[in-house]
């Protein structure tokens, strides 16, 4: 009875050496439970030393018991008292024999354990694990003890910490709540770019590059009729004058007369220049040259300046502006507001329009009297001299006037520029006041030889009591008086055309030659008689 009886029926494992002869730990104390693991069945439990009931525990299965050394027998705990299993210290001393009981042999030197499947045969006993001297543990599974309470080095992470294992239903929980939670952010995600792809798809009709569908190429050349025509044979022959003067300057248009360098303009274009300004001439193509004034007539409002030095000059064509109708297109070529080489088009509003334009001196010496033709075609401030056209390009009148709304001098009621109502000096009028501006440096003027009251109110143009210098309202010898023109007499028709003043009286006769033969309606003393004359000639100064 003092000796531990051996358990007859278990099969031991293959023993795994020891290290440095110790004896392997036995099974544990009678009475002391193996530490549980859930989830394990465990096996049979050995017989206990003198009836006493096995410590069973639930839920575990205990290693098999390491073996011992051959020659070495195992060490039985005596009721109550606990396995010795010093670590680390070497073989542990034999026990005492029970009374009556044959000596055991002391155990000898074990055999040198080697690292590898042994000490993983000690872990799986439940043996404790130590580290074998030299040997690395960088490899926690070769050394991993889970009853261990200091997990080896580089075991950390394999350590049971003792927290609360997660059950099946919990972990189903956290997994749906990821997935949840992935699905909510996914959809987010989505969203956002699906709106921002969307609004890239509204404002840009796509992912690829848009690309207009556009007409093909065109050839640049346009029928001569055409405004586009027009304007492209006109443009080479019209020029810009920049004017300036010692009290003033300004802008107007001209164009080319002849190869010779003559260019036709209005003469209140070159005024501010007076006798000492100077005149630069810019061509289409962007050439300048100076220019100087050959001739000029204020009472037609035209004169003539030339150019020098200048090669490859294309004169415009001059039409006949006899044969203008009302409705005929026209265009106009000039450079409203310094903006040169500007191309507007229109018709002709009116023929034989009275206008009279300047007087800025106050005597009358300075006012233009012109039978001109009315255009809607856009005339503006630059646009002076410039040429009228018609539908074949030549030139039909020189752009003189405007009428405009107003002034200028009070710019919240009215405007500078045009209204539709612009006006022309007929180009038969002006290619003679051209030619005798060339020719003699001065233009002539038809006269009838009377002084016309400027003052009359009444419909018609009445002969003057007195002259304007203190002499006979009507010339001894002149046209008038040799028609039978006497002071008092009222004029109401010209060439059988009703006039309502005096100053449509000049208009009607300087749009004649001198020499040309008039037809005159008189009222005198409540009756009328109709007169005939030849105008004569009177000198532009």
Do not use: C
């Amino acid at each position: 009875m003092g000796q531990a009886p051996t358990a007859p029926h278990l099969t031991p494992p293959p023993a795994a050496p020891s290290h440095l002869g110790q004896v392997p730990d036995a099974s544990p104390h009678l009475g002391q439970a193996p530490d549980a693991s859930p989830h394990i069945t465990p096996p049979p439990a050995a017989p206990s030393h003198l009836g006493q009931a096995p410590d069973a525990s639930p839920h575990f299965t205990p290693p098999p018991a390491a073996p011992f050394h051959l020659g070495q027998a195992p060490t039985a705990p005596h009721l109550g008292q606990a396995p010795t299993s010093p670590p680390h210290l070497g073989p542990a001393p034999a026990p005492a024999p029970a009374p009556g009981s044959a000596p055991v042999p002391a155990p000898g030197p074990a055999p040198q354990s080697t690292p590898g499947p042994a000490n993983a045969t000690e872990a799986a006993a439940g043996q404790p694990l130590d580290p074998v001297p030299g040997e690395s543990v960088s490899d926690p599974w070769r050394r991993y003890d889970p009853w261990s309470p200091t997990p080896l080095a580089g075991a950390g992470a394999l350590h049971q910490t003792g927290a609360a294992v997660p059950s099946e239903a919990q972990r189903r929980r956290k997994v749906r709540k990821g997935v949840v939670g992935g699905a909510l952010a996914l959809a987010l995600v989505s969203g956002v770019l699906g709106g921002l792809v969307g609004a890239h798809l509204e404002r840009n009709g796509g992912f690829e590059q848009v690309e207009l569908p556009q007409a093909a190429a065109e050839p640049t050349g346009r029928a001569a009729d055409s405004v586009a025509g027009i304007a492209a044979r006109a443009l080479p022959s019209v020029v810009t004058l920049h004017v300036s003067g010692s009290e003033e300057s300004g802008t107007g248009t001209g164009f080319v007369l002849d190869t010779r360098g003559h260019i036709l303009t209005n003469d209140h274009v070159v005024e501010p220049a007076g006798d000492g300004g100077e005149i630069t001439v810019v061509f289409n193509g962007g050439q300048t040259a100076e220019a100087e004034v050959v001739g000029r007539d204020s009472g037609y409002d035209l004169a003539v300046v030339k150019v020098s030095g200048v090669s490859g000059l294309a004169p415009l064509t001059l039409g006949n502006s006899d044969g203008v109708q009302v409705g005929d297109p026209v265009v106009a070529i000039g450079a409203p507001f310094d903006l040169e080489g500007t191309v507007t088009s229109g018709i002709i509003s009116a023929k034989e329009r009275p206008i009279t334009a300047g007087g800025e001196s106050g005597d009358g010496s300075d006012v233009s009297y012109v039978d001109a033709l009315q255009t809607d075609a856009p005339i503006n401030p630059g646009n002076s001299g410039g040429p009228l056209l018609d539908a074949r390009g030549r030139v039909i009148g020189i752009n003189s006037a405007i009428r405009s709304a107003a002034d200028g001098s009070d710019p919240e009621n009215g405007q500078v520029g045009s209204i539709g109502l612009g006006f022309a000096i007929p180009i038969n009028q002006g290619k003679r006041v051209a030619e005798e501006l060339i020719n003699t440096g001065r233009a002539t003027h038809p006269v009838i030889g009377i002084t016309l009251d400027m003052d009359y109110t009444g419909d018609g143009a009445r002969v003057g009591t007195k002259g304007g210098d203190g002499g006979a309202p009507v010339s001894p010898g002149g046209p008038g008086d040799l028609a039978g023109i006497e002071p008092g007499d009222v004029i109401t028709e010209v060439d059988g055309q009703r006039i309502h003043s005096g100053d449509e009286l000049i208009v009607k006769t300087r749009a004649h030659r001198p020499g040309d033969r008039l037809e005159l309606t008189v009222e005198r003393d409540g009756a009328e008689r109709t007169l005939s004359l030849v105008l004569g000639s009177a000198d532009g100064d």
